[in-house]
Structures are given as C-alpha cells and as structure tokens.
C-alpha cells in the first residue's frame, strides 16, 4: 500500500462528514480516514453504509494515482490502510467545483428538463463551500468579489476540472459507465493549486451503461437499497482499469 515510514499519526484536526483528519509528525503531511457514515440532504438524512469508506478510500487512491500520471497535480501521496490515505496538507479553497455532463439532479429540476438527457458540452459550476448555507451557487463574480480565490486560482481550476473530466469521462466509459455529475474540490500549497478531497461514489453519479442502474450515493438519497453491494462494485470495477 505504501506510505512514508518516518511519518507517524497524530491527534485529530478536523471531522467532516465523510472523514477524519489527523496531524502528522510532518508538517506538511495529514492522513486522511474514511468512515462509514452517510449524509444527504446537507446532512438532513443520516445512515451508514457499510464498508464505504474502504471502497472510497480504495476507488479515490487509485483515481489520484491514475490522475497524477496525467500530469494533474493532486494532494494524494499514498494509500496507507484500508481507510487512510496520504496527503499533503492544502489549504482548502472555499470552492466546490460541479461538473455535469448529463442532466440529474438539481439541474434537472432548476432546468425543467428530465433527468438523463446528454449535455451537448460540459457545464461547470461553483459553489460557495458552507454547510451552514447550504452551499449556495456561486460565479466568478462572486468569488473575486468575496475574495474565496484569485482570478488565476479560478484558471487553473476551471483549466484542470475540465483536464480532469475529459479523463474520467473516458475511465469510466471503458468500466462501462456513465459519469453523470460529480464534485471536485481544490486546496493551495507551496507547490500550487491542487485536485484535494476524494473522488468516489460519495461525490459521483455513475450510472451503469448497460442497466442504467445508479452506481452511487443516489442509492442512499433515495432509498434505492443495496448501498455496499453497490460500492463493493464499484471498487471492483476502479481497481481493474487503467
């Protein structure tokens, strides 16, 4: 699985809903843990899947190690355990990146158009990261004139998440597929603005080419069932691609 051997866990920093952030004897280190626990709804519907985070942990390892080949800049270092990943520590930017390139979801309903249908070209969409609020929608308007992120900070995030969906895009066509929508989030480093978070299940919507069955946190949202067997494939299916 790898790791550094001289680094060593520390106390816990921070615990979101979806993971747990431990300090390392590293300075410029944090180790991120995978739980179980399942939110919807800006955490208004609560559960727990089983083994979620091994299979987020595992599918979002693979993915950071696949994106980094590519050139993409990422905060992933290493797989440690089952649940623990690696990675540098970043400054997150205030920012939740959507990229869509099938109508679902809140697109769906904002646009009257029903879920499924093929986006002639990729939409990208900011929001503003606040669970208090909601997560609001935002622009580039608003994001300079509240100082969450430079204009160049906004290039390259715009320049990188549309790299990045190109290439997932074609990953999980090849696993038989369809990314629906999914979420990015970016931090700041010594080194740069860097891909940080997870990409898994938990912030995807992947539909299955064939079935059209959800591949996804939908499953827990609405009540679908079949939440771990789900996940479970889903690993199966990252883990064997390329």
């Known amino acids: 699985m790898g790791g550094t051997a001289t680094v060593t866990k520390g106390e816990a920093i921070y615990e979101g809903k979806a993971k747990i952030i431990h300090a390392t004897s590293s300075p410029d280190l944090l180790i991120q843990y995978f739980k179980d626990d399942a939110t919807a709804f800006n955490g208004k519907k609560k559960g727990t899947i089983q083994d979620k985070g091994v299979c987020n942990n595992a599918i979002s390892s693979h993915i950071f190690g696949l994106l980094e080949k590519e050139g993409v800049k990422t905060h992933f270092v290493s797989r440690l355990s089952d649940r623990e990943m690696l990675v540098k520590k970043v400054s997150i930017i205030?920012?939740?990146?959507?990229?869509?390139?099938?109508?679902?979801?809140s697109l769906s309903t904002r646009m009257g158009i029903p879920e499924g249908e093929q986006l002639k070209e990729p939409v990208l969409e900011f929001y503003y990261k606040n669970d208090d609020l909601g997560d609001p929608m935002i622009n580039r308007y608003h994001i300079s004139a509240f100082n969450l992120a430079t204009d160049e900070e906004v290039v390259t995030i715009e320049k990188e998440a549309f790299r990045i969906n190109k290439w997932l895009l074609s990953f999980f066509d090849r696993m038989g597929i369809r990314l629906v929508d999914?979420?990015?989030?970016f931090g700041r480093s010594p080194e740069g603005v860097l891909l940080a978070d997870e990409i898994s299940?938990?912030?995807c919507r992947l539909w299955d080419k064939t079935t059209g069955e959800k591949m996804d946190k939908d499953r827990f949202r609405r009540d679908l069932g079949m939440l771990t067997e789900v996940y479970e494939e889903m690993k199966r299916r990252v883990l064997a691609a390329k």
């Not at 205030?94 to 979801?105: C, Q």
């Open 94 to 105: 205030p920012i939740e990146v959507v990229m869509r390139n099938v109508v679902a979801g």
């Open 182 to 185: 999914y979420k990015l989030e």
């Open 201 to 203: 299940p938990d912030g």
